[in-house]
């Protein structure tokens, strides 16, 4: 296991614009999964995201990958895949776009780890039955059933309500926002995820307005 289970405090760092506000947050906890990329913000924010035992969470998109030089100043050596149901039995080690990443992570001098394959099977809640609808969601219930903090701090949580806090060529946040409706993520991460869990306190600093009063909810 690359994080102690059960630890006091966790944080899963995503790209939303609230991560601007991360500054109140951020000597909360020392571990951390950081969520695909954050070259911008590491460029913006990075006093506030160094010096933690941190992870970064990975999906198939080329862009992912940070540069080599904030690897460096984030000391982060491991990245975790997500499992995609069938890749191992078209080329062993996974399909062929997996495998030119994980050449890619390798030559960054990075240590592979995959997903527990259970956490998967809630992949479905999200309206897809082998992977999660969003990178994001994929860390948050990472975190609830690996992790298993007492205190689960998530930073960037705006579900494409704002854009990024540097705009990405080629993003559509009006399709992002779509996606976000087509699958009902906001509410389902709330209704399954965050209510239920009465042994975890969450900590969200976001700016999507649709949460609702929850005992073991803070946002800010």
């Known amino acids: 296991m690359i994080f102690e289970e059960g630890i006091d405090n966790f944080a899963v760092v995503l790209r939303g614009q609230s991560i601007e506000k991360i500054d109140r947050v951020y000597k909360n906890y020392s571990s951390c999964l950081f969520v695909s990329d954050l070259d911008n913000e590491i460029d913006k924010l990075g006093k506030y995201l160094v010096n933690k035992n941190g992870v970064q969470l990975v999906n198939r998109g080329i862009t992912c990958p940070w540069r080599k030089e904030n690897y460096e100043k984030m000391k982060v050596k491991d990245v975790i895949f997500p499992r995609v149901k069938g890749a191992r039995e078209k080329i062993k080690g996974g399909d062929i776009k997996t495998k030119k990443l994980k050449s890619l992570y390798k030559n960054l001098n990075l240590r592979i780890h995959y997903l527990p ?104």
């Open 117 to 220: 394959s259970f956490v998967m099977k809630y992949a479905p809640f999200f309206g897809k039955d082998f992977k999660f609808v969003n990178t994001g969601v994929l860390g948050i219930v990472y975190a609830l059933t690996v992790v298993r903090p007492k205190h689960l701090w998530i930073i960037g949580l705006d579900f494409y309500q704002t854009d990024y806090i540097v705009k990405r060529k080629g993003f559509s946040l009006v399709k992002r926002q779509e996606r976000m409706k087509e699958y009902d993520v906001a509410n389902v991460l709330i209704k399954k995820f965050i209510e239920p869990r009465k042994d975890v306190q969450f900590h969200i600093v976001t700016y999507y307005d649709g949460f609702p009063k929850l005992d073991n909810l803070e946002l800010l």
